[in-house]
């Protein structure tokens, strides 16, 4: 199994730009969820779904949006990029149920200039 | 925010010596998490306990929780270079599907 894998690893965009994360995982997990790390500030959750065709916002929404068509993929997609949306970013599965860790992919760098 | 608070931020100890890292939360959980972040890589999960457990263990971790005071901890023994790293508690926050990461604890061991 690949595990949860992301591309691109690093990406450089320019003020308005739009672009999509993409996120996909092999291991049939139902849960899937997007966050960005931040110094100092943590992981912070932005989206996340509890199936295809399911999702709901996190802590941190504003300039994402997110779909989930398949069990496999969950694309994070940025309108307009802004220099504030400038982080690493981590897509994570784990099954359903309460007590399931979490496996998190090797996360993307974006810079927004 | 449902964030946590990880105690200190970051903590600096010598090989063979033991590493405490605590973790405050706001609201009731299910379950508590913790796990850890080498430098530019993605998180990896180390143990989790559930609400209605007070203490846990996995090989040279041990985690304890206390519900009433809202607070984790995570002791790491005899520590090595190699454990190194950023560690993160995560915990539920009374939802089923969502789970809410503290800003981590930064931890160098010295060889």
């Known amino acids: 199994n690949a595990g949860v894998t992301q591309t691109p690893k690093f990406q450089v965009l320019k003020t308005g730009q739009s672009m999509t994360l993409q996120c996909a995982q092999d291991m049939n997990h139902e849960y899937m969820s997007w966050y960005r790390q931040d110094p100092g500030m943590g992981l912070r959750l932005i989206h996340y779904?509890?199936?295809?065709?399911?999702?709901d916002q996190g802590e941190v929404p504003n300039g994402y949006n997110v779909s989930r068509s398949t069990t496999e993929d969950f694309p994070l997609r940025l309108l307009s990029a802004a220099p504030s949306q400038t982080s690493v970013y981590f897509c994570a599965s784990r099954p359903a149920g309460l007590y399931n860790e979490q496996f998190f992919g090797p996360g993307t760098r974006l810079t927004v200039l | 925010s449902q964030q946590g608070e990880e105690d200190p931020q970051a903590l600096s100890i010598q090989e063979g010596e033991n590493a405490t890292m605590n973790c405050s939360y706001k609201t009731s959980i299910n379950n508590l998490q913790w796990y850890r972040q080498n430098s530019g890589r993605g998180l990896v999960h180390l143990i989790l306990?559930?609400?209605?457990?007070r203490e846990k263990h996995s090989g040279r971790l041990r985690v304890t929780l206390d519900t009433s005071k809202k607070s984790s901890s995570l002791l790491i023994t005899a520590s090595r270079a190699a454990d190194t790293a950023s560690y993160f508690c995560a915990n539920s926050g009374g939802s089923n599907y969502k789970l809410t990461f503290g800003k981590g604890t930064l931890l160098t061991v010295n060889p």
């Open positions: 779904s509890v199936g295809a065709g399911i999702t």
């Open positions: 306990i559930r609400s209605n457990e």
